[in-house]
């Protein structure tokens, strides 16, 4: 089992930066997908960016492109998640998970078996 942690939550204005960093105990071969998602207060997990190899193209949902980037550095093990311009609806928990491609949504939260402590991101207006 792969164990994840989470790193680079915090407080920040709205407008502002912040870069999660999500690193693997074990080795992060091409065959795993890995994903962010997000939790705020009484709502339920939510992805937010996802990776599939050999797919080129990261996966977004709605409220974050152009905003959020998902990246993965294999040499360090190392899972990013670069956030500009954030705004107060993007404070929540963050986690990372990974999961072997199994054909199902990367968005299925219940279909990911590791997962990180998660790192809180609190936005002010």
């Known amino acids: 089992q792969v164990q994840l942690v989470e790193s680079g939550g915090g407080s920040v204005q709205a407008g502002g930066s912040l870069r999660l960093s999500c690193a693997s105990s074990s080795y992060l071969t091409d065959k795993y997908a890995m994903a962010w998602f997000r939790q705020a207060p009484g709502k339920e997990r939510e992805g937010v960016a996802a990776i599939l190899p050999p797919i080129v193209s990261p996966f977004y949902v709605d409220s974050v492109k152009g905003r959020f980037t998902i990246s993965r550095d294999n040499a360090k093990n190392t899972l990013y998640l670069q956030m500009d311009t954030l705004k107060p609806e993007d404070t929540a928990v963050y986690y990372c998970?990974?999961?072997?491609?199994?054909?199902?949504?990367?968005?299925?939260?219940?279909?990911?078996?590791?997962w990180g402590q998660g790192t809180q991101v609190t936005v002010s207006s």
């Open positions: 998970a990974a999961k072997s491609p199994d054909g199902a949504s990367l968005f299925a939260a219940a279909t990911y078996k590791n």
